[in-house]
């Protein structure tokens, strides 16, 4: 494409439909549009029937089909069978939509796709555009499984320390539960191993991270493959404040009781109050849910606890209704309330997104995690970064009550609690400074910019230049 085109460039991004992966690249989506690309996300038409539109997100929407239009992943019964069907299914349902925009007259210029989603940069390749892939885990989780994908990393784990060239040395217990309890989930395992796949053919890689927080891992991959951090991809306005409409995700899986949530905060003393969640993924044991349950209690602190409706059933009898210093929520705007300067510190499962939105706002963690990415997550949280405390699990995996108990008061009581507070306030500022002009997730962004404006416009782009 030779001749002066007018139209802006415009990206495709196909999402993984999880809120997890929907949220990061929804913000990153945010981001080149505020910069003057126009942007299509693409996700599956059951999550497209689902999802809560806010009024203030612009972005275009579209869908294809996962194989499960129903119903999804509780629909397809196992990961094994979604994942194989969707990776039949997908593919061929992406590829006709589009063909679909671009016989309707709507031309695109890059597809940007999550990593679980490989399949999409041949589809990219096949017409002609820039493929671009999206890695919603930190640096250092990526690289654990690219050290995998290539053999470096031998399965079962059976070393006593791991030590992975960018890495420091990790305990089995602190690898992507994946790796560490080998069987559980085959199906995600050779999907996150398989994110690799032709990494070194793909036109830009881009990470939900900030060189400042992941330098030495992401020097480390740099020089394997084209990578640029692009994160923390939080809404704007609870980080550097440039776009003033960016004020939320704009689209969620689940409606938050936002004016309750924020009432019960407004008359609760400063650094007070406890806040519990364990994101939209995570099912816990009803054991697990009970001892939190006592241990937020026996803390004798405010706590505002989110418990998904499908666990709900699982808290002890009369819990909620006995609680006088808690408050228990089906879902909540939880940046709003990690900002609210009621809050003391943050119990979490160690999401990424999670873990990226306390940092970005200064909230200290206790470190609970489940599954997947989220154990070497809170080994970063406490060991690395030193913003919190992991609170240790016994050997049925379960955080009992006194463990839950502990862990609050020394974060919210002790001077080692008021040096992670601290840690915490250092790693805010630094994320804001990646994303103030010129900072390093700005000027990365920009620079993937400046990729799609040269590719549409390439003679006028190399006047300018010259």
Known sequence: MEERTDRQPHCIVLVFPVQGHINPLLQFSKRLQHKG????????????????????????????????????????????????????????????????????????????????????????????????????????????????????LKLPLSESEISLPGLPPLAPSDMPSYLNEMGVYPAFLEMVVNQFYHIEKVDWVLCNTFYELEQEVADWQGKIFQLRTIGPTIPSMFLEKRLQDDNGYGFSLFKPNNEACMKWLSDKPNRSVVYVSFGSLAVLDAEQVEEIAWGLKDSGCYFLWVVRASEKAKLPKDFVESSEKGFVVTWCPQLQVLEHEALGCFVTHCGWNSTLEALSLGVPMVAVPQWS???????????????????????????????????IKEVLETERGKEMRRNAMKWKALAIKAFEEGGSSDKNTEEFVKHLVTSLNPKIEEQKIN
């Open 373 to 407: 990415d989220q154990s070497t997550n809170a080994k970063y949280i406490a060991d690395f970064w030193k913003m919190g405390i992991k609170a240790e699990a016994d050997k049925k995996g379960i955080m009992r009550r006194e463990a839950m108990k502990k862990c």
């Open 37 to 152: 690309v126009r942007v299509t996300l693409v996700t599956t038409h059951f999550i497209y029937k689902t999802l809560h539109k806010q009024s203030s997100t612009s972005i275009s929407l579209e869908s294809i089909s996962d194989g499960f239009d129903e119903g999804g992943l509780g629909q397809a019964g196992s990961d094994k069978a979604y994942v194989e069907t969707f990776w039949q299914v997908g593919p061929k349902s992406f590829t006709e939509l589009l063909e679909r925009l671009i016989s309707s007259g709507n031309p695109f210029d890059c597809v940007v796709y999550d990593s679980f989603m490989p399949w999409a940069l041949d589809i990219a390749r096949k017409f002609g555009v820039t493929g671009a892939v999206f890695f919603t885990q930190s640096c250092a989780v990526n690289n654990i499984y690219y050290h995998t994908y290539k053999g470096n």
